[in-house]
């Protein structure tokens, strides 16, 4: 989908260049700047603190990261969802409600076609 409207974009004018005012839009999409660097756009580490003591904080090891794959896909949701335990999972419920609103809808998403 994302490759369809960088080149719906791309194709929409010939005599113009059609990134001129969107160059951050055309980072992510079509250069792809933060999607694979290797550096995540969020770096979570776990540490633990004792309640007595709080300069004795100890990492657990766990980590996770973060990246706009992660995002588009909304699997941050799902990572989130593990880190902060709330009652009744309402991340994972906000999850669902985007996927049912923007993927499964019978409406159009006007994102995935240019517009005149």
Not at 47 to 66: H, P
Request: contains cysteine; hydrophobic residues 30%.
């Amino acid at each position: 989908m994302k490759d369809d409207i960088a080149n719906d974009i791309e194709y929409s004018s010939v005599n113009r260049d059609p990134w001129k005012h969107f160059s951050t839009l055309k980072a992510l999409m079509r250069d792809r700047i933060d999607w694979t660097t290797g550096k995540p756009m969020i770096n979570i580490e776990v540490s633990y603190c004792n309640n007595t003591n709080k300069n004795s904080c100890e990492s657990t090891g766990d980590q996770f990261e973060i990246n706009a794959k992660n995002v588009q896909d909304g699997s941050i949701f799902e990572t989130f969802n593990e880190l902060w335990k709330e009652e009744g999972t309402p991340l994972l419920i906000k999850k669902d409600q985007l996927e049912d609103s923007y993927i499964n809808s019978k409406v159009l998403n006007i994102l995935n076609h240019t517009w005149e």
